[in-house]
Each structure stands twice: as structure tokens, then as C-alpha cells.
């Protein structure tokens, strides 16, 4: 585990965007955004991304954009929902009416 990558990932405003739209479309009941900040950390540790992060960074060229954040194919979409899914709470149930 690299934690200069776990710094990086949590600090990438382009992977927070990314990471906050997996939470909204799952359902998130309150502020996704307010949700990913608290979290963020945690998020970016449990997934244990570093190695694909680091490898991203070591191999990056001119061709590639430099924003690994924003790389579908560093951090993949379902790397994402793989660790957001389970920390999401349900929604609250609905009181019946009388």
C-alpha cells in the first residue's frame, strides 16, 4: 500500500466527482457530496486502488490524460460502487399512515 497514493487519490478532485456520482446513483438519501467528503479517506484506502494509481502514474505518457482521476480505465466504475455500495445507509423507512 502506498499512502503518497492514497494522498493523491484522496486530493483528486476528479476522482471525489467520480466517487459522488456512484454515491448519488445509488440512492444516497443526504448530501452525496457532503457523504464522499467525510469519507473520502476511507473510501480511497478501502479500495485498495495504490497499485493501479501508482502503475497509472509510472507508465503515464503524452497520450494519456494526466488527470488519473478522471481515468475510467486506473479506477474503474466498479472499483468504485465495490466499496461505496456497503457503506451507503438504506433509506429511512416511511412511517404508515394512519
Given at each position: 500500500?502506498?499512502?503518497l497514493s492514497i494522498v493523491e487519490m484522496a486530493g483528486s478532485p476528479s476522482l471525489?466527482?467520480?466517487i459522488t456520482?456512484?454515491?448519488?446513483?445509488?440512492g444516497f438519501?443526504?448530501?452525496?457530496?457532503e457523504f464522499v467528503r467525510l469519507n473520502i479517506w476511507?473510501?480511497?484506502a478501502a479500495g485498495n486502488w495504490d497499485a493501479a494509481w501508482d502503475s497509472a502514474r509510472a507508465t503515464a505518457?503524452?497520450?494519456v490524460n494526466p488527470d488519473t482521476g478522471m481515468r475510467d480505465d486506473v479506477i474503474t466504475d466498479g472499483m468504485i460502487l465495490s466499496v461505496v455500495q456497503p457503506m451507503i445507509p438504506p433509506p429511512?423507512?416511511?412511517e404508515p399512515t394512519p
Open positions: 500500500m502506498s499512502y471525489a466527482s467520480r456520482a456512484a454515491v448519488a446513483e445509488e438519501a443526504g448530501d452525496a457530496q476511507t473510501i480511497v505518457s503524452v497520450n429511512p423507512e416511511e
